[in-house]
């Protein structure tokens, strides 16, 4: 469903331009071809401000997407557990599914009282 919403939304701006489709299909005689048509794989000619206009509609989407993504802010407050990026969302993901069953080893050694005398 979203890529049928996101088609919707890219085809909104897209403006059929009926007399060019017209003149098209008059031009060319096997416009809608048939299967045993010798011109398969032939398409027709399109012009050059549908082409850019198709480039710019690319270009502005990445600039969107661009936009959209951010990096985050280092907080020097937070305490370092991990040695890359990478090592530090492996790290989130193991506490997020393991946290609740480590917290009591993870405070004795903190304090001290899980180490032998």
């Given at each position: 469903m979203t890529l049928y919403n996101a088609?919707?939304?890219r085809t909104k701006n897209i403006q059929v331009d009926l007399e060019e489709y017209n003149r098209m299909r008059?031009?060319?005689?096997?416009f809608y071809r048939?299967?045993?048509s010798l011109q398969y794989g032939k398409a027709p000619k399109t012009?050059?401000?549908?082409?850019d206009k198709m480039a710019q509609e690319l270009h502005d989407r990445e600039q969107k997407r661009q936009e959209f993504s951010r990096r985050?802010?280092?907080?020097?407050?937070?305490d370092i557990d991990s040695i890359?990026?990478?090592n530090e969302r492996f790290n989130k993901k193991i506490e997020h599914a393991?946290?609740?069953?480590?917290m009591e080893?993870?405070?004795n050694l903190e304090r001290g009282t899980a180490l032998p005398d």
């Open positions: 088609y919707k939304k008059a031009a060319d005689p096997e048939e299967a045993s012009s050059k401000d549908k082409i985050r802010k280092f907080r020097e407050e937070k890359n990026d990478r393991f946290g609740k069953y480590t080893i993870k405070k």
